[in-house]
C-alpha cells in the first residue's frame, strides 16, 4: 500500500507551512526561489538515527521538529532572523509512510512556532534514516550578524536559559530515574522538543553581543569553538552556569549535574560575549523575551578554556564529536 | 591516527575553493554569511552509498564529484547562475580521513569547474556515507529562472547532450562488456565525472525555453514531471533521443540502448520545451557551448507522456524511484 515517491512528496507538502513573503516559488520545482536581498546566514546541519536520537525513543514527530530545532539553533548565534529551510529526509525504504509524515509534521510545527518557511527538500532512499537540515536566515534591518570571532578580553560571557537538561534527557531514556513527573517532562523536551533561542538571539545582537555560539556540542567544546575563532581565553565558573531544573536529582549528585551541564550538548541554548555594560542590559532583553540570561564568565587574554572550580581546581572539557558519533575531549 | 573532527574539519576547509564574491563571512562559524541579491534558486540532493552509488566502484573523488553535479544540475534546469554550495558529508566512523579528503577534492574540483563556492558544510558520523548538497543560485541580471511549469501546445521538445551513458556506466561496473576502451571511458565518466549543463541552462533560459527540467530520475519519468507541472502532454520519438556514442554496442541492440536512454537517469541533461521559431537559435547557443541540443518530441494538449516508436507503439516510460531506491512505472 505504499504511495509512489511522488505522491507522498506531494502528501509531505500539504503538511508543510505555506509560502514565506521571499517564496516566489516554493518546493516542487527543481529549485525553490528566494526573492533574497541583504545578507544572509546560511548553515547545514544534520541528525541521524543512532547517532544523534534513537529512533525508537524519538518516534517521527520528534525526529522532524528536533532535525529544524538544530539547524535554528545555528541561525539563533547570528543573531539572523529565520527565512527558509531546505530538508532532505533520507529513510529505509522499509520506513511506513506514516513516519515520513510525521516526520513532516514534526519538520511543520517546529518551522510554524519558529516563523521559518520550509521552502524545498529532497527525499531519499538510505539503510539509515537521517534528515539534513540547511537554513537561510536574514540579518536584521537595524542590526548586524553576529560571529564567534570578536569576544574581546574584558568581555563577560553569558548563557541563555538552562543547560544539562538535553544530557538529562538522554539519561531519561536510557531508564535513569528523574524526578517529579512534571520535572522529568521538561528535561525529555529538552530533546524532543527543543526550542532554538532564535529572538534571544537577534536581541543579544542588538545588545552589542561581540561573539556568539550556540551550544550544541556542549559548554566546554562550544566555549573552545569561541575562544579559537576570537584568539582569546575563556574562563568559566561552573558553580554559575544555570542547571536545568532537577538535573541535580537525576544525576545522583550537583557535581554529576554540573558534569553533564558542562558537557552535556544538544541544549540549544546561547553562548554570548558582552562588553561588561552592555551584560545588564542585554539580560533586560532576554527575560523581556520570557527566558534568562546568566552571567558564567569571561573573556581574558590567552588560548583555551577553563573550567574553574570554587575550590581552585578545574575541570576537563568534553564534547561531543560529531564526526565520530562519540564523547572526546576538546583541545 | 585519526585527527579530531575539528583538525579533520580544518583539513577538509583548505581543499576547498577559496571564497566567492558574494561570500562576507566563510564556513567555519556557526553560519555562512552571504551577500545575496535578487532571486535565488535553492535546491537539495543527496546521493547515498548503495542507492545512488557504490563507494567501492567509485571511490573517494568521484562520489564528492557526484555529489555536487546532482545538485547543480537542478540549477542549471532553472536557468540560474552557480552560487553557494553546502554540503553534509554522513560518514561511517570507521572510513578513512584520507577518504573524507578525498570527497572534499572531489567536491573541491567540480566546484571549481563550475564555478560555485562551497561556502558551509557539516561531518557526522552515519553508519552508510552519504552527501547532502544545497546549493543556491542567482537569476541572471539580463535573464530569468526557468521553471518546469511553462511548456506550452505547439513547443517543441529538445535535449541536451546524449541520453543513457549514466546507466551504461552503471552496466560497465556491473561486468558488462564495453566498446572501446575509449567509448568504455567516457561512458563511465557519465557516473564518475557528471557534468551539469549549467551554462546550456542559461542558454536556453535566454534563447525563450518555457520550460525544463534536468534528467536525473530518467528520460520518461522527468518528462512526466514536466507535464503535471506544465498541465500537458509530452509526445517523445524514441528514435530521436540522442544516444551515448558506443551504447548500443554496450546494450547489445540498439532497442536495449534506447531503453537505457529513456528510462536510465542521472544524465544530468536538460530537457526543454521551445516555441518552435526558437529552436534553431537554441541550438545555435548550445553548440557554441560545445555542447549540442537535439530535437525529440513536441507538446500537445492532454497529460502524461508518451515515448512514442517508429512503427506506431510505445515504450512504457520507467524511471528511478529514489525514496524506494528501486526502478519503478511512473505514472
Redesign the interface.
Known amino acids: 500500500m505504499?504511495a509512489?515517491?511522488?505522491d507522498?512528496?506531494a502528501e509531505i507538502n500539504e503538511r508543510l507551512p505555506a509560502k514565506g513573503e521571499r517564496v516566489?516559488?516554493p518546493s516542487?520545482?527543481?529549485?525553490?526561489?528566494?526573492?533574497?536581498?541583504?545578507?544572509?546566514?546560511?548553515?547545514?546541519?544534520?541528525?541521524?538515527d543512532?547517532?544523534?536520537f534513537r529512533f525508537a525513543d524519538f518516534g517521527p514527530v520528534a525526529v522532524g521538529r528536533k532535525a529544524l530545532a538544530a539547524g535554528l539553533s545555528?541561525?539563533a548565534?547570528?543573531g539572523?532572523l529565520p527565512g527558509?529551510a531546505?530538508?532532505?529526509v533520507?529513510?529505509p525504504?522499509e520506513l511506513e509512510d506514516g513516519a515520513l509524515l510525521g516526520i513532516a509534521d514534526g519538520l511543520a510545527e517546529a518551522a510554524s512556532r519558529c516563523g521559518v518557511t520550509v521552502?524545498?527538500?529532497?527525499?531519499?532512499?538510505?539503510?539509515?534514516l537521517?534528515v539534513?537540515v540547511?537554513?537561510?536566515?536574514y540579518?536584521p534591518e537595524d542590526g548586524r550578524?553576529v560571529?564567534?570571532?570578536g569576544a574581546r578580553p574584558g568581555d563577560r560571557l553569558a548563557v541563555t536559559g538552562r543547560l544539562g537538561g538535553a544530557a538529562g534527557a538522554l539519561a531519561l531514556m536510557d531508564g535513569v530515574a528523574g524526578p517529579s513527573p512534571e520535572l522529568s517532562e521538561a528535561i525529555l523536551a529538552r530533546q524532543l522538543d527543543p526550542a532554538p533561542r532564535l529572538r534571544e538571539g537577534v536581541a543579544l545582537a542588538a545588545q552589542g553581543a561581540t561573539a556568539?555560539?550556540?551550544v550544541s556540542d556542549g559548554l566546554g567544546a562550544d566555549a573552545g569553538?569561541l575562544a579559537r575563532?576570537s584568539g582569546a581565553r575563556l574562563e568559566i565558573e561552573v558553580e554559575r552556569i544555570p542547571l536545568q531544573e532537577g538535573l541535580a536529582e537525576l544525576a545522583g549528585a550537583q557535581g554529576a549535574a554540573i558534569e553533564l551541564a558542562a558537557s552535556g550538548g544538544e541544549d540549544y541554548e546561547l553562548l554570548v560575549a558582552l562588553p561588561p555594560d552592555r551584560l545588564e542590559p542585554a539580560s533586560d532583553a532576554v527575560a523581556k523575551l520570557g527566558s534568562e540570561l546568566s552571567e558564567i564568565g569571561y573573556v581574558v587574554e590567552g588560548q583555551g578554556v577553563a573550567l574553574k572550580l570554587p575550590g581552585g581546581g578545574e575541570i576537563e572539557p568534553h564534547g561531543f564529536?560529531?564526526?565520530?558519533?562519540?564523547r572526546?575531549g576538546?583541545?
Open positions: 505504499a509512489s515517491e511522488f507522498l512528496i516566489r516559488i516542487g520545482d527543481d529549485a525553490a526561489v528566494i526573492e533574497m536581498g541583504g545578507a544572509s546566514a546560511v548553515s547545514v546541519d544534520a541528525v541521524v543512532g547517532v544523534h545555528d541561525l548565534a547570528m539572523a527558509e531546505y530538508v532532505v533520507a529513510a525504504a521552502a524545498g527538500g529532497d527525499l531519499v532512499s538510505a539503510p539509515t537521517m539534513s540547511t537554513v537561510v536566515g540579518e550578524l560571529t564567534r570571532s556568539m555560539i550556540d569553538h575563532s564529536d560529531q564526526r565520530r558519533g562519540s572526546s576538546s583541545g
